[in-house]
């Protein structure tokens, strides 16, 4: 049963708020297209060269064998994981009436070197509303 347009909207603006709330996550969220077919036949080819390899290896050197099993698991892994995309983040805010408003121009805090806990203290303060 499809939703209807008013639980479409309310949707969307959901998402728009996870979007500008917390960006990682919707990235993270968000589902990966379909794999390319090269991609496979990578992965494929990889995981059957690293098995001739293992099965060489188990009969004459254990080192042939060693470098077959680590072609295989290289092969399956590059097969099953996405190739990484670089996002700038959210567009903008979302107002309390669902539009999304450019985002305010600030300055760039990520690229300071703070430690990793003071980075947690800030972000503990902001969501308490006291780093205000």
Do not use: C
């Not at 049963?1 to 969307?12: F, K």
């Not at 300071?112 to 780093?131: A, Q, V």
Request: proline share 5%.
């Amino acid at each position: 049963m499809p939703l209807s347009e008013y639980e479409q909207r309310v949707l969307d603006q959901m998402e728009r708020a996870l979007t500008s709330d917390d960006p990682r996550l919707a990235t993270t969220m968000r589902s990966s297209g379909p794999r390319s077919g090269l991609r496979w036949v990578i992965a494929g080819v990889a995981v059957v060269v690293g098995l001739l390899l293992l099965v060489v290896g188990v009969s004459s050197e254990p080192l042939i064998g060693i470098l077959g099993f680590a072609i295989m698991f290289a092969g399956v892994l590059y097969a099953f994981t996405a190739p990484r995309k670089s996002e700038a983040g959210p567009a903008g805010v979302v107002d309390e009436d669902g539009k999304v408003a450019s985002r305010p121009q600030t300055a760039n805090v990520t690229t300071e070197k703070r430690s990793f806990f003071s980075r947690l203290e800030d972000r503990w303060d902001r969501r308490r509303g006291e780093g205000r």
